[in-house]
């Protein structure tokens, strides 16, 4: 029996530790395929069960939570057609509930963290979760002089001009009690009436119609002619913000009242609720009144109301603390499964994909929907030719949910999962966990790197936003190149220009291609020639290593020769201190650090990395200074903490600037000690590092 079919609440410790690393691993080619390459292969219920599943796990099992957690990813790394925006303030993500009893836990969740008791007063805001894209509106002098996109959270697209063109959003605040910096956030949306207009227009013109409102307005704020944003309705509501000078309030609803003061729109079904009643009603009055409103929502989202609460709460990697959206059920449909194919991915997984035959689901045409696995389509005993329920929720790929036995046709079989890679060849096996005995949901191509499938989509993984991000290097690109012997390896990406000036057959005498499209190629990469370590380590694309191991590790080690001498240490002695370095870096458990000493220690793969390395020039991660005296530091939290959980403890740290670890080592600079520390604080001791108690705590950071 798979580890992926037994409920979170029959997990093992190792069975839980060997999930979460597959659903690291299996969440993250998701977000790949839908950030990276805009071609999602799962449905976003599908996708919202990993996630799930993920975070069950982990509030069970809360020491075996991964540096790679679905938990702590957010967006995709902007294009290079606009020019790129810092954010001073990130722009997060938010975590979803899908039930009644998901509301209730993040109400208990919030309580708990701040200490609060059952009966202290804990107020939030209700609001509807629009469909559209996230933008953020830097206000200075009450002049608008900035907008971006969210793009990663971190660094987003400047897209000003567009959003000049918007009627919504105020060139210029007239109130006098505007604060003299300003960033107002919320999302940029059109009505449905609008988006039909448009795709009428572009039917009329022979051009591409989208797909739902969002696309159309996503698409219509990043064109590169403002003239075009201009020319259709795009409209605006505010809900956030990010850097400001000062606040008008103290809680959520003052700074919406504010908004509304300013002429910001603000959404009219956005109510105060005192407790999870009231929450589950407005989300009830809010769905109610879904179909009329004229424009697309998805949920409902909650926010604490207090200011300071939020600021205490504070926020995980990728989403507040403070926030959750309750999202909508999906949308269902029937229609006819006309064939099964496996797809293969960078590392070795058999996807199945089902074909459709295409039906409109929510006002979207789908034709292509996810089977997950094998077990899944055994299951659910799904055949090719059976009328199948489909279900969408979200602009993504839908799942099948099940077949309809009753129209099923006479000659019908079950579907034989290939044991075979349908690429290569290669026997395609599910791996046995060595210390569970369960057997891999994943059926995976043991063809390693003689599997053309696995190489191109390692070099397409390479080459992406969220790792080199070399503009004219799409998915297309690469695998013409890779299959006229052009690009094979990562590091030929970087040896391409001069082997293409030895060539007879220059690029520029290729079909599609000409002398101002290759110069812009080379110009691409060569533009990546310096790349920081984090964005080095994951476009190796190392087994569980996503963007946030990477950058854990880059801040770790600070430099890419101090990462390839640690791993060939651990490498070479597998009880050595070099691995309990790693083992001790905070989040990363066995089965990460095992992933990383393996690729390091194969051959193969250390001499790409020193061939790339040969190309390029690999510059640390600048360390978060907060100037905080514990900005920079290793601080350990051991024994009962009494004036905040342990989880606000640990975000405070973090906000500080600090690195938060899970074990005392002689890395640690700080360990802060309360009642009841035990072998923590006898080994703190041991090795000579300060100790200090929570009151020290506070005095050492300035919040006494």
């Given at each position: 029996?798979?580890?992926?079919?037994?409920?979170?609440?029959d997990?093992?410790a190792e069975?839980?530790?060997?999930?979460?690393?597959?659903?690291?691993?299996?969440?993250a080619?998701?977000?790949?395929?839908?950030?990276?390459?805009?071609?999602?292969?799962?449905?976003?219920?599908?996708?919202?069960?990993?996630?799930?599943?993920?975070e069950?796990i982990?509030?069970?099992?809360?020491?075996?939570?991964?540096?790679?957690s679905?938990?702590?990813?957010?967006?995709?790394?902007?294009?290079?057609?606009?020019?790129?925006?810092?954010?001073?303030?990130?722009?997060?993500?938010?975590?979803?509930?899908?039930?009644?009893?998901d509301?209730?836990?993040?109400?208990?969740?919030?309580?708990?963290?701040?200490?609060?008791?059952?009966?202290?007063?804990?107020?939030?805001?209700?609001?509807?979760?629009?469909?559209?894209?996230?933008?953020?509106?830097?206000?200075?002098?009450?002049?608008?002089?900035?907008?971006?996109?969210?793009?990663?959270?971190?660094?987003?697209?400047n897209?000003t001009?567009?959003v000049r063109?918007?009627?919504?959003?105020?060139?210029?605040?007239?109130?006098?009690?505007?604060?003299?910096?300003?960033?107002?956030?919320?999302?940029?949306?059109?009505?449905?009436?609008?988006?039909?207009?448009?795709?009428e227009?572009?039917?009329?013109?022979g051009?591409?119609?989208?797909?739902?409102?969002?696309?159309?307005?996503?698409?219509?704020?990043?064109?590169l002619?403002?003239?075009?944003?201009?020319?259709?309705?795009?409209?605006?509501?505010?809900?956030?913000?990010?850097?400001?000078?000062?606040?008008?309030?103290?809680?959520?609803?003052?700074?919406?009242d504010?908004?509304?003061?300013?002429?910001?729109?603000?959404?009219?079904?956005?109510?105060?609720?005192?407790?999870v009643?009231?929450?589950?009603?407005?989300?009830?009055?809010?769905?109610?009144?879904?179909?009329?409103?004229?424009?697309?929502?998805?949920?409902?989202?909650?926010?604490?109301?207090?200011?300071?609460?939020?600021?205490?709460?504070?926020?995980?990697?990728?989403?507040?603390?403070?926030?959750?959206?309750?999202?909508?059920?999906?949308?269902?449909a029937?229609?006819?499964?006309?064939?099964?194919?496996?797809?293969?991915?960078?590392?070795?997984?058999?996807?199945?994909v089902?074909?459709?035959?295409?039906?409109?689901?929510?006002?979207?045409?789908?034709?292509?929907?996810?089977?997950?696995?094998?077990?899944?389509?055994?299951?659910?005993?799904?055949?090719?030719?059976?009328?199948?329920?489909?279900?969408?929720?979200?602009?993504?790929?839908?799942q099948?949910?099940?077949?309809?036995?009753?129209?099923?046709p006479?000659?019908?079989?079950?579907?034989?999962?290939?044991?075979?890679?349908?690429?290569?060849?290669?026997?395609?096996?599910?791996?046995?966990?060595?210390?569970?005995?369960?057997?891999?949901?994943?059926?995976?191509?043991?063809?390693?790197?003689?599997?053309?499938?696995?190489?191109?989509?390692?070099?397409?993984?390479?080459?992406?936003?969220?790792?080199?991000?070399?503009?004219?290097?799409?998915?297309?690109?690469i695998?013409e190149?890779?299959?006229?012997?052009?690009?094979?390896s990562?590091q030929?990406?970087?040896?391409?220009?001069?082997?293409?000036?030895?060539s007879?057959k220059?690029?520029?005498?290729?079909?599609?291609?000409?002398?101002?499209?290759?110069?812009?190629?080379?110009?691409?990469?060569?533009?990546?020639?310096?790349?920081?370590?984090?964005?080095?380590?994951?476009?190796?694309?190392?087994r569980?290593?996503?963007?946030?191991?990477?950058?854990?590790l880059?801040r770790?080690?600070?430099?890419?020769?101090?990462?390839?001498?640690?791993m060939?240490?651990?490498?070479?002695?597998?009880?050595?201190?070099?691995?309990?370095?790693?083992?001790n870096?905070?989040?990363?458990?066995?089965?990460?650090?095992?992933?990383?000493?393996?690729f390091?220690?194969?051959?193969?793969?250390?001499?790409?990395?020193n061939?790339l390395?040969?190309?390029?020039?690999?510059?640390?991660?600048?360390?978060?200074?907060?100037?905080?005296?514990?900005?920079?530091?290793?601080?350990?939290?051991?024994?009962?903490?009494?004036?905040?959980?342990?989880?606000?403890?640990?975000?405070?740290?973090?906000?500080?600037?600090?690195?938060?670890?899970?074990?005392?080592?002689k890395?640690?600079?700080?360990v802060?000690?309360?009642?009841?520390?035990?072998?923590?604080?006898?080994?703190?001791n041991?090795?000579?590092?300060?100790?200090?108690?929570?009151?020290?705590w506070?005095e050492?950071?300035?919040?006494?």
């Amino acid at each position: 029996m798979s580890v992926r079919t037994v409920p979170v609440s029959d997990l093992t410790a190792e069975q839980a530790a060997a999930e979460l690393a597959a659903l690291a691993a299996e969440i993250a080619e998701h977000d790949r395929h839908y950030h990276v390459e805009d071609a999602p292969v799962i449905a976003d219920a599908d996708y919202d069960a990993l996630r799930q599943r993920n975070e069950a796990i982990e509030a069970r099992f809360p020491h075996l939570a991964r540096p790679d957690s679905p938990s702590k990813r957010v967006g995709a790394t902007p294009s290079e057609k606009f020019s790129k925006v810092q954010h001073a303030v990130a722009m997060l993500s938010l975590g979803n509930a899908f039930g009644d009893e998901d509301v209730a836990d993040f109400a208990k969740t919030v309580r708990r963290f701040l200490s609060l008791a059952d009966d202290d007063p804990l107020t939030f805001t209700a609001e509807p979760k629009i469909d559209g894209l996230s933008i953020s509106l830097r206000y200075e002098q009450r002049k608008l002089v900035m907008a971006a996109t969210r793009g990663d959270g971190a660094e987003g697209e400047n897209v000003t001009a567009n959003v000049r063109t918007i009627k919504d959003v105020p060139e210029h605040v007239e109130s006098a009690d505007f604060p003299e910096v300003f960033e107002v956030r919320g999302e940029i949306y059109l009505s449905h009436a609008d988006f039909a207009n448009i795709n009428e227009k572009q039917a009329d013109a022979g051009a591409k119609t989208f797909a739902n409102p969002r696309n159309a307005a996503a698409g219509s704020l990043r064109q590169l002619d403002s003239s075009i944003t201009a020319s259709r309705p795009l409209k605006f509501f505010a809900y956030g913000w990010g850097e400001v000078s000062r606040l008008p309030g103290e809680t959520q609803w003052d700074i919406l009242d504010a908004f509304r003061r300013w002429g910001f729109p603000v959404n009219d079904l956005t109510r105060v609720c005192e407790n999870v009643d009231q929450l589950l009603a407005q989300y009830a009055e809010i769905e109610l009144h879904r179909a009329g409103l004229g424009y697309d929502i998805d949920g409902v989202v909650y926010k604490v109301n207090r200011l300071d609460y939020q600021d205490r709460l504070g926020a995980r990697s990728r989403t507040p603390r403070w926030a959750v959206a309750h999202k909508f059920a999906a949308e269902k449909a029937t229609t006819v499964l006309e064939d099964i194919e496996i797809q293969v991915g960078r590392t070795g997984a058999l996807t199945p994909v089902a074909r459709l035959r295409p039906v409109t689901v929510g006002g979207v045409v789908v034709s292509n929907a996810t089977l997950h696995n094998e077990d899944e389509i055994a299951r659910k005993d799904v055949r090719v030719g059976d009328t199948v329920v489909i279900q969408r929720a979200g602009d993504v790929i839908p799942q099948v949910l099940a077949s309809v036995p009753e129209m099923r046709p006479d000659n019908s079989t079950p579907f034989a999962f290939p044991e075979l890679c349908p690429v290569c060849g290669s026997h395609a096996v599910r791996e046995v966990n060595e210390k569970t005995g369960r057997v891999d949901a994943v059926r995976r191509c043991m063809g390693g790197l003689i599997c053309p499938a696995q190489r191109v989509e390692r070099l397409k993984h390479f080459v992406s936003r969220n790792a080199f991000d070399i503009e004219g290097l799409g998915d297309k690109v690469i695998e013409e190149f890779y299959t006229d012997g052009l690009i094979q390896s990562p590091q030929d990406v970087f040896s391409l220009q001069a082997r293409d000036e030895r060539s007879l057959k220059r690029l520029k005498d290729r079909e599609g291609w000409g002398e101002t499209s290759v110069r812009n190629l080379f110009a691409a990469i060569d533009e990546r020639r310096m790349i920081p370590l984090d964005r080095f380590i994951f476009a190796l694309g190392i087994r569980h290593v996503g963007e946030t191991t990477a950058r854990i590790l880059a801040r770790s080690y600070g430099s890419v020769e101090a990462v390839r001498s640690a791993m060939l240490d651990a490498a070479g002695d597998r009880e050595g201190e070099a691995l309990a370095d790693l083992n001790n870096i905070d989040g990363i458990g066995t089965t990460v650090a095992d992933a990383i000493v393996e690729f390091f220690g194969e051959p193969h793969n250390l001499s790409v990395v020193n061939e790339l390395l040969e190309h390029l020039t690999v510059t640390p991660l600048e360390a978060v200074d907060t100037g905080s005296p514990v900005s920079g530091k290793t601080v350990v939290f051991t024994g009962s903490l009494e004036r905040m959980s342990r989880d606000e403890a640990k975000a405070m740290a973090e906000r500080l600037g600090a690195k938060v670890s899970g074990s005392v080592s002689k890395k640690t600079d700080l360990v802060v000690a309360g009642p009841k520390a035990g072998s923590k604080l006898t080994k703190a001791n041991e090795l000579g590092i300060e100790v200090i108690d929570e009151d020290g705590w506070f005095e050492r950071v300035g919040m006494n």
